[in-house]
């Protein structure tokens, strides 16, 4: 693939741009606010001068992985891409009207993939007339640093699109581990479920979070907390997959806990906000 294009400029969107020009592969990233594009391209060159800080690249290192990612607001910018990346908000009839607009302007022979955490890939591609091209490409936050992509193979996802990605990961210095395609795939089916315990189990003053926390981090040997966690997450984000996840499965196990869905409801999103089940804004 000799160009990517990646559609959203957030949190997810600018890592995965960063660490594909990273391994050296040129990158349109494109957002339809030009204020995100300019604060994602500060993200990934305050993350790339950290590098050069600690001595891991040069500078000119630095300016050379800078110069392979363009920014645009124009979504026509990705149709010579051969890969474009969808990474824009965790709803569905959004991510298929970006998907059927990427379907009329790109190659027949482009894939699209779409970074979704919980979403179905096969309902994604239906809304293309190229459903062996899409695929779910689902990184972890922060991209630069966490090694895995999620793979997630649709009903119609060809071999050849699996590959090709896997390819790709790999090249990004990712480790890619395919998943067939079901609500929340594997690592949210079994992520959300042990966050949403932990908000019920504050919820109703099992303990407080700091100690919920640290009885996963000392007992379980996580590296943080779930609460923690879901906070660094966005509990948006994380409201949003087990909703996906109920109506999916049809199973009241993934019912959001309510202290979650008020929490949403007052905007308080976590980390991004400045206050979640911590306070941030310190």
């Not at 160009?3 to 990273?22: D, E, F, L, R």
């Not at 051969?82 to 009839?93: C, K």
């Not at 630069?144 to 009903?155: A, D, S």
Request: with cysteine; proline share 5%.
């Amino acid at each position: 693939m000799e160009k990517i294009a990646v559609i959203g400029a957030g949190t997810m969107g600018n890592g995965i741009a960063h660490t594909a020009a990273a391994s050296g592969v040129p990158v349109t990233l494109i957002d339809t606010e030009g204020s995100i594009l300019e604060r994602a391209i500060s993200t990934i060159s305050a993350n790339l001068q950290r590098g050069v800080d600690k001595g891991r690249m040069s500078d000119r290192d630095k300016q050379s992985v800078l110069a392979r990612i363009s920014t645009t607001t124009e979504l026509q910018k990705a149709a010579d891409a051969g890969l474009v990346v969808e990474a824009i908000v965790e709803n569905v009839d959004a991510k298929r009207t970006i998907f059927r607009k990427l379907d009329a302007l790109t190659s027949p022979h482009c894939i699209l993939a779409s970074n979704t955490s919980s979403i179905s890939i096969t309902r994604i591609a239906a809304s293309t007339s190229r459903p062996g091209n899409v695929i779910g490409m689902h990184f972890m936050n922060p991209v630069p640093v966490m090694p895995l992509v999620e793979i997630i193979r649709g009903i119609a996802t060809s071999d050849d699109t699996v590959r090709r990605v896997e390819e790709l990961a790999r090249r990004m210095g990712k480790t890619p581990i395919e998943v067939n395609d079901s609500p929340g795939f594997v690592s949210n089916r079994v992520l959300m479920p042990m966050i949403n315990e932990a908000v019920f189990a504050l919820y109703e003053n099992v303990a407080t979070a700091e100690s919920i926390d640290g009885v996963m981090k000392l007992g379980m040997n996580h590296p943080m907390g779930p609460l923690q966690l879901a906070d660094f997450i966005g509990l948006d984000v994380c409201l949003a997959i087990l909703r996906v996840l109920e109506e999916g499965f049809g199973d009241p196990k993934y019912r959001p806990c309510p202290l979650l869905v008020k929490m949403v409801d007052a905007g308080w999103l976590g980390k991004k906000s400045g206050r979640g089940f911590y306070d941030y804004r310190k």
